[in-house]
């Protein structure tokens, strides 16, 4: 058994939502971590008691330490950003962490993450992400390289999947609850802070599905586009960025989406 020292102070917040079939493996990329996590916070945000039990089940197989485990369920089904804050508010570690139920870490994700935001003092971190992993990993360089995000960047796109970010919990701007898309976007900007945001230059997140959009589908990106829009909006609105901003990260936004239009006309053309 493992000592108290030897569990990192880092809090791993999980989300799910009819996703008990792939939960079981998102929690083995956790529990065969190199370093341990001090806890592990799963929410279920199905509203349905059958899903429930189905979750518990597979905790009473898992072979993490009990009493580091923690599980909640809404009553309702009440949106991604409100069970996220939820599980921010159930945590305790100095850091969060976050993966979706249907996605997987690298095995040394959070030694790696961890000793880098120890070591450089940073406030969030966030890493590659390869949506089609389908659970395999290349090797990590010895030497994992870093850069800072600038704010102006931050601005242009966003450059974290939420399974890839890691965060100091004390004083983090909780997701939004009143938007569904872009909500992790507006996370990372309102939480910015000029040279505490880190990305590290290695994969070390996966999934098992195609990334939001890459059906070709146009409904798919009108959403997406119109859910980044409401993010900036309710930043202004809230003070995290400038009038000049939002209409510069507006204009970008609606260049891209028309981008994306035309590359989707195109192959349907073909």
């Given at each position: 058994m493992?000592?108290?020292s030897?569990?990192?102070?880092v ?7 009819f996703?008990?079939?792939s939960?079981?493996r998102a929690?083995?990329?956790v ?7 001090a ?6 945000d199905?509203?349905?008691?059958s899903?429930?039990i189905?979750?518990k089940?597979?905790l ?24 996220r804050?939820?599980?921010?508010e159930?945590?305790t570690?100095?850091?969060i ?10 095995p040394a994700?959070i030694e790696?993450q ?5 070591e ?6 966030g890493?590659?992400?390869n949506?089609t992993s ?8 010895k030497s994992?390289k870093?850069?800072?995000i ?7 796109r966003?450059?974290f999947?939420t ?19 872009g909500?992790?976007y507006?996370?990372w ?7 505490d ?8 997140a996966?999934g098992?599905?195609a ?19 409401a993010?900036f ?30 590359v989707?006309?195109?192959r349907?053309?073909?």
């Amino acid at each position: 058994m493992l000592s108290q020292s030897q569990y990192v102070d880092v809090s791993v917040i999980i989300p799910t939502y009819f996703s008990s079939n792939s939960l079981k493996r998102a929690l083995h990329s956790v529990a065969f971590q190199t370093l341990p996590v001090a806890e592990i916070i799963i929410i279920d945000d199905s509203g349905d008691s059958s899903e429930v039990i189905k979750i518990k089940n597979i905790l009473k197989e898992f072979t993490y330490p009990r009493e580091r485990v923690k599980f909640y369920f809404n009553s309702k089904n009440m949106g991604p950003s409100y069970t996220r804050n939820r599980g921010i508010e159930e945590s305790t570690s100095k850091y969060i962490a976050f993966l979706d139920s249907d996605d997987i870490w690298h095995p040394a994700k959070i030694e790696i993450q961890y000793s880098i935001m120890e070591e450089l003092r940073s406030k969030l971190s966030g890493h590659q992400f390869n949506h089609t992993s389908n659970g395999k990993f290349d090797g990590v360089s010895k030497s994992i390289k870093t850069r800072v995000i600038k704010r102006k960047e931050l601005l242009l796109r966003n450059p974290f999947s939420t399974p890839t970010v890691m965060a100091i919990r004390e004083n983090f701007t909780k997701f939004p609850e009143n938007i569904r898309f872009g909500e992790d976007y507006f996370c990372w900007i309102a939480n910015y802070s000029p040279g505490d945001f880190i990305l590290i230059k290695s994969t070390l997140a996966g999934g098992f599905k195609a990334s939001y959009g890459a059906s070709g589908l146009s409904q798919d990106i009108s959403v997406m586009s119109q859910g980044v829009k409401a993010a900036f909006l309710l930043l202004l609105r809230r003070g995290h960025i400038s009038r000049f901003e939002y209409f510069i990260a507006l204009t970008i936004e609606t260049m891209k989406y028309l981008n994306r239009k035309t590359v989707i006309l195109l192959r349907k053309l073909r």
